[in-house]
């Protein structure tokens, strides 16, 4: 199934807007120098259901991929030259397996379940990503080194890791962050196959966050000396929430603040759950989604200063 309703028109923006914290703007002002003139894009960016977003960027371009669940071709890749103009340029698997609960058989169903909040990363000229699956109860590593037109080798890991993110760290290591409400780390082998043996195996912290959602969600960047682990919470009391969890030492002690707290003009429920990245001229955006009913989840662009 193609998800042509998440495609855009080009808008041809260069991306210089000024930097601002806290609530989730309206619309957002870009300034295109070249043509000497100011563009005003409105959340959200898509007016179309792409859950659980995660977006790199790679030279110039931007990558995105997104929740499919029980659809197939599945968990689709996404490019952008501005981040506000997308268009499917691959998907990352044709079927994710064949048994009854994905064929539909037997009373069985994949509603709800299939490939789960994709972590999407760039490493050494290859592409790649991790989901898990409440259908088949296994994880999976994607990995191919042409994201737009190639093709995607596959590696299975028993059991599913819930809303994973992947890290390549400085010293050659790699991790697994993944969990709710307590945000646990697994260390990957350096083939990127599965788990180190013997590596690390810990858990990072706590949220201790009552409410729906206790925190999940994770998406883990280093930048600068500082780890930093983004999640979504749905406090007692609030709306979805973005959480950012911070600390100098990957496996040491985290500090936390919410960084996001609010919906997108006068819709309620807040945006969360996503990661940040960075223009080519250094300035820094999150991609999160909203709940907007019957739309599904909606992404929404915010910009972020990155303060120490």
Excluded at 126 to 143: A, D, E, N, P, Q
Aim: charged share 20%.
């Amino acid at each position: 199934m193609k998800h042509t309703n998440a495609k855009r028109a080009a808008l041809s923006l260069l991306l210089s807007a000024a930097l601002t914290a806290g609530a989730v703007m309206p619309s957002l002002r870009f300034d295109s120098t070249a043509a000497e003139q100011t563009s005003t894009v409105s959340n959200p960016v898509i007016w179309a259901d792409v859950p659980d977003e995660d977006v790199i960027r790679v030279g110039d371009t931007y990558y995105m991929v997104s929740t499919t669940m029980f659809f197939s071709p599945g968990a689709p890749i996404m490019k952008s030259k501005d981040l506000v103009s997308w268009e499917i340029c691959n998907y990352v698997y044709d079927t994710l397996a064949d048994g009854d609960v994905q064929s539909l058989k037997n009373g069985k169903h994949d509603y709800s379940h299939g490939q789960w909040a994709a972590s999407l990363r760039y490493h050494d000229g290859m592409y790649y990503v991790f989901f898990g699956s409440y259908g088949t109860g296994k994880s999976y590593i994607f990995k191919t080194n042409d994201i737009e037109n190639g093709t995607w080798t596959r590696s299975e890991i028993n059991g599913m890791y819930h809303d994973a993110s992947i890290l390549f760290d400085d010293d050659g290591r790699n991790y697994l962050v993944y969990g709710g409400g307590e945000i646990k780390i697994k260390e990957l082998n350096s083939e990127m196959t599965g788990f180190k043996q013997g590596g690390v195996d810990k858990t990072l912290f706590k949220t201790n966050i009552s409410g729906y959602v206790s925190g999940e969600g994770s998406h883990i960047q280093k930048i600068g000396d500082y780890y930093y682990i983004f999640i979504i919470a749905w406090p007692s009391g609030s709306g979805r929430t973005e959480y950012c969890y911070r600390s100098k030492d990957l496996l040491g002690t985290y500090e936390s603040k919410v960084v996001l707290s609010s919906g997108v003009g006068s819709y309620g429920g807040g945006a969360a759950q996503g990661g940040i990245v960075d223009t080519p001229d250094g300035k820094w955006y999150g991609m999160l989604f909203q709940d907007h009913g019957a739309v599904g989840r909606i992404p929404v662009l915010v910009p972020r200063h990155m303060a120490e």
